[in-house]
């Protein structure tokens, strides 16, 4: 591993200007390009102390051994030069979106002198006008073959076109009326090329001209008592409107734009993005990606947009609608301005009818990314491989095959809860999940807490275990309790113990095991800012890969381990502020508060109700059901009066929001 001091530049050599930089390995092999403004205030940047660089920079200076850079007179340049350069070499370091297949598009060959309507893919060709993208090949077939008897246009490939020219008689197609048949000369080339201009022009958006003139043609031929032409006619506007209602209107204004949200965690990112034209939907497609770098989300966008659109000009639409304006979005859009050919925007929709539609894809978007984890941790060779990073980034004696991790959560040292959760075999155990109320700690002490709960549990663990020495020393420690023949809730010793958080709680939880003379499990921490994993005793943390599957295996131990003691948390919460708030109505005893609060769930469901609808509650008359509905009433007043800025949970970083 270099030192980045050993290749750092000379001092004064760096230039000012705009430039694109490259970091080399000691193999030559190019692990990170980057663009800046100005070359040498951001390249110095790289070269600090560093204990000062994100963890993820520091390991790509590490990684590398040399860095290059070249000059350009424009931000625009550096912004293609970047791409070019990221598109060549594959950085490692670089985040690269990619989907593991190639959307179909709606191509017309406009080029030919019989231009042919089919399915696209791969990379785009001149001379072909593109439509989409589809979601599925099966789409864009469905959508031709309703409009083919509207339009009919040659749909057939060049070796059944050049047979039927040879024989004289066209295809099944010609026959049934879903084309025109130029092969035999049935339609002139112009005559077929004003067929296809008119297909090119619906599938373009302008579809209320087609519909108007075959409804006026079609009045037309009943009043002539031409009714087989009309009943053509009618069968003609059925196909265009059901082509039409595959493709619904979200855009009233007929806009083309592409509209991108991203769904994050601190490890990968989800985009996905739909493809409006003339206001309607005509594609999505979506992209995984690791993250490699410390950008937030509006340096994804930038990296996102300019992977998209860096080779690409037909398919740049007019505007770009994104969840976060990218650093660089003026030089951006000149860019894709510069390649489409005429005014790109790249905006944050507010509201309307865009911030609704890209709510929508941001909802595509977590539900990809929830997938795509689903299919990642059931994948057992996933799985083993996490297991077997984790033995040896913690040179642990053996894979842990058991892993328990503990959080913390409190609301300003009140109502201060603690979670277990078990994850065996690289998969939760949610049977084995435990809650814990912390009893001898007041106030707010993440590290006092959290050694209670270790002691606790491990106590636990320790007189399970002389309870089964006494029963059967045969097959190892009874998992189900003789006497009553329930499972034994703490008879199983993990393999490695998790706790949120970095050394303090790591010293807290390695405590609390010698304390109880446990001494054969051992115990990490993962910080969440920078996702490090502390060991007892140790100054420095262990810095996983940013695609280790090990780290990931147990970020999603450490999140699950917080969600369950978040939702312990609120559900004591709730309670304890539904029994305060009622302690004063006379008449409302304790089973009677525990029946109001099974059937309303939270004071804000209570403070909503009316009071007939109080009254329902079992046990709960109109008297009483009008005292509870003041004191709710006084409690919601008391609240607001005194109300103060939305508090923040240290030991979990959330803000709470009061009821």
Known sequence: MATPSSYRPAPGSIPTKPGVYRFRDAKGRVIYVGKAKSL???????????????????????????????????????????????????????????????????????????????????????????????????????????????????????????????????????????????????????????????????????????????EKEMYAASEALDFEKAARLRDDLGALNKALEKQAVVLGDGTDADVIALAEDPLEVAVQIFYVRGGRIRGQRGWVADRTDEGGTPELVQDFVLQLYGGESDSIPREVLVPALPPDSGVLEELLTERRGSKVAIRVPQRGDKRDLQQTVATNAAQALALHKTKRASDLTTRNRALEEIQQSLSLDEVPLRIECYDVSNLQGTEVVASMVVFEDGLARKSEYRRFVIRGVD?????????????????????????????????????????????????????????????????????????????????????????????????????????????????????????????????????????????????????????????????????????????????????????????????????????????????????????
Not at 154 to 179: A, E, M, T, W
């Open 443 to 659: 106030g707010q002490n993440d590290v006092a807490s959290m050694h209670e709960v270790i002691t606790r549990r491990f106590r636990r663990l320790l007189d399970e275990q002389a309870r089964s020495e006494t029963v059967s020393t045969d097959s190892g420690p009874m998992l189900v309790d003789p006497e009553t023949g329930r499972p034994r809730k703490f008879a199983y010793a993990p393999s490695l113990v998790v706790v949120d958080g970095g050394p303090p709680q790591v010293a807290a939880a390695e405590q609390a095991l010698a304390d109880l003379g446990v001494n054969d499990i051992p115990v990490c921490g993962l910080a969440k800012r920078l996702e490090e994993v502390w060991l007892p005793g140790e100054e420095d943390p262990v810095i996983m890969a940013r695609t280790s599957e090990g780290l990931y295996l147990l970020q999603r131990i450490r999140d699950e381990a917080h969600r369950f003691a978040i939702t312990h948390h609120r559900n004591r919460r709730s309670k304890s502020m539904v029994e305060s708030a009622l302690d004063d109505v006379p008449g409302l005893g304790e089973v009677r508060r525990k029946t109001l609060l099974k059937h309303f769930g939270s004071l804000k469901k209570l403070r909503e109700a009316e009071v007939d609808q109080i009254a329902l509650v079992p046990g709960i008359g109109p008297r009483t059901a009008t005292a509870i509905k003041d004191a709710v009433a006084k409690a919601d007043a008391t609240r607001k009066t005194s109300a103060k800025a939305p508090t923040v949970n240290t030991a979990t970083g959330e803000i709470i929001e009061e009821d």
């Open 40 to 214: 040498r205030p951001r390249l110095s940047s790289y070269f600090q102390d560093i204990g000062n660089l994100h963890p993820r920079t520091a390991t790509m200076v590490t990684t590398g051994a040399s860095v290059e850079w070249t000059v350009v007179d424009t931000e625009v340049e550096a912004l293609q030069l970047e791409y070019s350069w990221i598109k060549e070499f594959d950085p490692r370091f670089n985040v690269k979106y990619r989907d593991d297949k190639s959307y179909p598009w709606l191509a017309v060959t406009v080029g030919e002198e019989f231009p042919r309507v089919m399915v696209g893919r791969g990379a785009k060709r001149k001379g072909t006008r593109y439509f989409g993208p589809y979601s599925h090949a099966w789409a864009i077939r469905e959508t031709v073959d309703l409009l083919l008897r509207v339009f009919p246009m040659r749909s057939c490939s060049n070796g059944v076109f050049k047979r039927s020219s040879q024989i004289g008689r066209p295809c099944l197609l010609g026959y049934i009326d879903k084309c025109s048949a130029p092969c035999v000369g049935s339609v002139t080339p112009e005559q077929h090329r004003e067929i296809v201009d008119d297909f090119c022009d619906f599938m373009a958006g302008n579809t209320a001209a087609f519909t108007r003139r075959i």
